[in-house]
């Protein structure tokens, strides 16, 4: 270009800014009668770490899938350093500079990692020379940018964080100038993701370009410089980091203020509610998913449950909720009354006839038939419950409409239409029934798995308060759930799960996410340790 050369001879003169490394403009796709992508504009200075947030479903996967070239946009242009580029596919976004690490990783597991890195970048790859030329390579990435992994090790040995280093290193073998990263931190630990951001901080400091998906306001706030915010399709806002707050981005996000921490008073713990001792599960292989749980939850009381995903949560809600897999040994003791693994207890009574409700973790296994209408749905599990019978014979289906319309009434469920299939409603919709059904039953103990997987941010509030109002009540609480952010603000102690045991309990005042997150990567430190 004739000007860059002119600046180029005045020593004095500032240098021409760079044109945006990304550059989006009036980006529109629709699928079927969704409009995913509205008329989105957005530039992303080079060598920045820019965030992108927005609740479920705002359109951001659909966004970064049209700059890799998996979707075709319906209107509107890209430009790649200024310069207007098509990207028909993902051989083209590479081509420009761009890679993807994505939410479920496309690696090969039983080969290498130095195999998967190199797959598909060259022909032959595969051939010695080249595998000679790209362990160097890989050597040399690795060292400058904190991401090593073995070469020879096979992807499936490895752990997420460490896949997840081999999704970026293939990225920049293919000399990726430009990073997307689409909500990577979500099956990491703490210390994983204090290791991605490290990593993601040299990329940047390198002169790379980062785009970071996450719903996590918290990440957000630490690493990106810019932040953009989708709502409904649309991009309503971007703003410099350095300028904005966690409350700011969640109410642009959702669109009316919302409080992403609950209030909450000190609870009042009564009565022993539950008591676990020695609690044992093997599954059908034989795999010992718990080894001695010991736990008790008083009235009046939340006892949060933190782990990664895996290490035997899952197991200890099923078993307490009745619904254990495999081989049990040990005592449930329930308001001084022992019950069994399964089936109903030495007084004939069933768990939910005991008072123990039970939110599970997966809402469309364990709790929606998702073919049902919501006010079957809501019945799921209390058929038997006084106010839903006619007569001996006969359930009273007016009386279970009638109490489901006041249930979606009370828990703003959205649409409020009793006889629409679970189906059609969306995530938080779904989880706001099953926790009406659940906790309007004013259970003695309720267990809660998850409770705000798949939720967006205005329902996250709206579930939080219940479960707080719920303890308040005098309810026992036993809450499982893999975002520390939950534990640490709805808990009154926390249990730290690692590898099917208890590795220690801390109270939320007098620890942090650094603790935590040791307890759940198996590091127990001080004498707190069972
Ligand atoms: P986000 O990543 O912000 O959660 P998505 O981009 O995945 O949002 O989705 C935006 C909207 O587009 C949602 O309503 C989603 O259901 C819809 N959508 C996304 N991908 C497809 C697809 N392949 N077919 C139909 N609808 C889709
Ligand atoms: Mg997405």
Redesign the pocket.
């Known amino acids: 270009m004739a000007s860059a050369t002119e600046t180029g001879r005045q020593a004095t003169a500032a240098p021409a800014p760079r044109p945006p490394a990304i550059e989006l403009r009036g980006i529109s796709k629709s699928?079927?009668a969704?409009q995913?992508n509205k008329d989105i504009s957005i530039r992303v200075r080079p060598g920045t770490i820019h965030g992108i947030v927005?609740?479920?479903?705002?359109?951001?996967?659909?966004?970064m899938?049209i700059l890799y070239g998996f979707y075709r946009a319906d209107a509107g242009e890209i430009l790649i350093d200024g310069r207007p580029t098509v990207i028909p596919d993902s051989q083209s976004a590479i081509r420009a500079g761009i890679g993807m690490v994505f939410q479920h990783f496309k690696l090969v597991p039983n080969f290498s990692v130095l195999e998967n890195v190199i797959l598909g970048a060259e022909d032959g790859a595969l051939l010695r020379p080249s595998l000679a030329k790209a362990r160097k390579t890989l050597a040399d990435l690795a060292r400058d940018y904190e991401l090593d992994v073995d070469p020879d090790a096979l992807v499936e040995e490895l752990s997420v964080g460490h896949q997840q280093r081999v999704e970026i290193l293939k990225a920049l073998y293919r000399h990726a100038d430009i990073l997307i990263l689409?909500e990577p931190t979500g099956v990491l630990t703490p210390d994983e993701a204090d290791h991605l951001f490290r990593i993601l901080r040299g990329l940047k400091a390198q002169g790379k370009t980062i785009l970071l998906?996450t719903h996590k306001l918290r990440e957000i706030m630490e690493i990106t410089d810019e932040v953009s915010v989708?709502r409904r399709?649309e991009m309503v806002a971007t703003v410099t980091t350095a300028d904005t707050s966690p409350e700011q981005l969640a109410e642009l996000m959702v669109g009316r203020k919302v409080l992403l921490h609950v209030p909450k008073g000190p609870a009042n713990p009564g009565r022993e509610v539950l008591r676990v001792s020695d609690l044992h599960v093997t599954d059908a292989l034989g795999v010992e998913r718990l080894k001695g749980i010991n736990l008790t939850i008083r009235a009046g009381e939340i006892l949060g449950i933190a782990g990664v995903a895996g290490n035997g949560q899952s197991e200890l809600l099923q078993v307490l909720g009745g619904f254990a897999k495999g081989t049990v040994s040990g005592m449930i003791a329930v308001e001084g009354a022992q019950i069994p693994a399964a089936g109903k207890g030495a007084t004939g009574q069933t768990r939910r006839q005991i008072g123990i409700s039970h939110v599970p973790e997966d809402r469309h296994h364990l709790g929606l038939i998702l073919d049902f209408a919501a006010w079957e749905n809501i019945a799921f599990g209390y058929h038997s419950a006084p106010e839903y019978q006619a007569n001996a014979l006969f359930m009273d289906n007016d009386a279970i409409l009638r109490d489901t319309e006041g249930k979606m009434d009370r828990f703003d469920v959205r649409p409020p239409d009793p006889s629409l299939p679970a189906k059609s409603f969306s995530g938080g919709n779904q989880q706001k029934i099953v926790l009406a059904r659940e906790i309007e039953r004013n259970p003695v103990l309720l267990l809660v798995g998850q409770p705000t997987r798949g939720v967006d941010i205005g329902a996250i509030e709206f579930i939080h308060r219940r479960i707080v109002e719920l303890r308040d009540a005098g309810a026992a609480v036993l809450l499982v759930s893999v975002e520390l952010d939950e534990i640490l603000s709805l808990s009154d102690r926390i249990a730290v799960m690692f590898d099917g045991q208890i590795m220690g309990e801390r109270l939320p005042a007098e620890t942090n996410e650094r603790e935590l997150g040791l307890l759940m990567a198996g590091v127990a430190r001080t004498a707190g340790a069972a």
């Open positions: 699928f079927g969704v995913a927005g609740e479920n479903g705002a359109g951001k996967s659909t966004l899938s689409d998906i989708m399709g």
